[in-house]
């Protein structure tokens, strides 16, 4: 990507796992930087970051510091979103957040360009866009087609979600238990309900009153929201299993006709950023692995329900740092700024 206009770009929660892939891609992908600034807690300011030849220092937030940006990337959590998105916003830079302070509120954008970057702001309205949920942007890549094409009528998802969904806490807290399980000494458990070590966690995030928990009702509700389909009953199972990066859902789609295998994966085969990998004879699937470091969605054991014909099941997996997270984010920027 190439411009002649320079822009200066902040990345706030800059030595989080997602901060660290928001400076990774910026660089990767060509994308016009001015200045770039970089931000995290008291803690972290001070530090160093690399990107490619160049390194850069983090800073801690204060007012003023994004008077000169046109556009401040968020992820360092709801509570500093709410606290300075704003600011950001009447300093005159545009905020596209990570967080989930903002995606439901009914006036801001709530944003996966290959599927609704039509609800992108123009350059000229200063505003909030929110970045969905990892688990709901790769859902949602699969879900848009099939209904343009031949209509939703319900959707089911167990997501099986890697640790790094927990940011690097998480990580350690895998890699630590696995150490610890191996040599049979007591487990260290900080960040996850139960060891996670050779376990699955049917848990992510806090349960309301429903039974549901609120990672569970996020890609409920973002994915109604995205879809403009308020309406779609959508039914989420969110599991925490001990994989370090990417996310796996199982997903069973009620269509509103009988359709083809072909007519399914050819349609989903169309849409740019959806690659398919389904050949049972070669246990050829997504895995993990595949989806690792690359900017698409992967899709595969694509099938027909055998008791009900419009029900179709498959499987889809995507790196949940890169594009649930910072990839998608600087895409919104792209189309923002019309860069693409």
């Keep these: 990507m190439t411009s002649h206009q320079?822009?200066?770009?902040?990345?706030?929660?800059?030595?989080?796992?997602?901060?660290?892939?928001?400076?990774?891609l910026l660089k990767e992908r060509d994308f016009p930087l001015g200045e770039l600034k970089l931000f995290a807690s008291q803690k972290s300011a001070g530090t160093?970051?690399?990107?490619?030849e160049k390194k850069f220092k983090v800073a801690e937030l204060k007012p003023g510091c994004f008077k000169e940006c046109t556009v401040a990337f968020f992820s360092a959590g709801a509570d500093i979103s709410k606290e300075w998105a704003p600011?950001?916003?009447?300093?005159?830079?545009?905020?596209?957040?990570?967080?989930?302070?903002f995606r439901m509120e009914m006036n801001i954008p709530l944003v996966v360009p290959e599927v609704n970057s039509h609800r992108i702001p123009k350059k000229s309205d200063i505003s909030i866009i929110a970045n969905p949920n990892c688990s709901t942007i790769q859902l949602v890549m699969a879900l848009k087609p099939l209904h343009d094409a031949f209509d939703l009528k319900n959707v089911t998802v167990a997501t099986y979600q890697s640790v790094?969904?927990?940011?690097?806490?998480?990580?350690?807290?895998?890699?630590?238990?696995t150490k610890e399980h191996l040599e049979n000494t007591k487990l260290t458990q900080k960040v996850f309900p139960h060891p996670i070590a050779f376990n699955n966690i049917p848990q992510i995030d806090i349960f309301d009153e429903s039974g549901f928990t609120f990672e569970e009702k996020k890609v409920i509700l973002e994915t109604q929201k995205i879809l403009n389909l308020p309406n779609l009953d959508v039914s989420v199972t969110a599991v925490r299993t001990p994989t370090i990066h990417s996310h796996s859902e199982a997903v069973w789609i009620e269509l509103g006709k009988e359709v083809s295998r072909t007519e399914v994966v050819d349609c989903l085969k169309k849409v740019p950023g959806i690659t398919i990998i389904d050949d049972p004879n070669r246990s050829a699937y997504p895995l993990n692995r595949d989806a690792l470091g690359k900017d698409d969605v992967?899709?595969?054991?694509?099938?027909?329900?055998?008791?009900n014909p419009r029900r179709w099941l498959m499987w889809i997996v995507s790196d949940n740092v890169r594009k649930g997270a910072a990839l998608n984010g600087i895409q919104i920027a792209e189309k923002l700024l019309e860069l693409d």
């Design 164 to 177: 790094s969904g927990a940011g690097s806490e998480g990580i350690d807290e895998l890699l630590q238990q």
């Design 48 to 52: 160093w970051i690399p990107s490619g």
């Design 298 to 307: 992967f899709i595969g054991r694509i099938r027909r329900d055998l008791k």
């Design 6 to 24: 320079k822009f200066n770009v902040a990345v706030v929660g800059a030595t989080g796992i997602v901060g660290q892939e928001f400076v990774k």
């Design 87 to 101: 600011r950001a916003i009447e300093e005159g830079c545009f905020v596209i957040d990570n967080s989930s302070a």
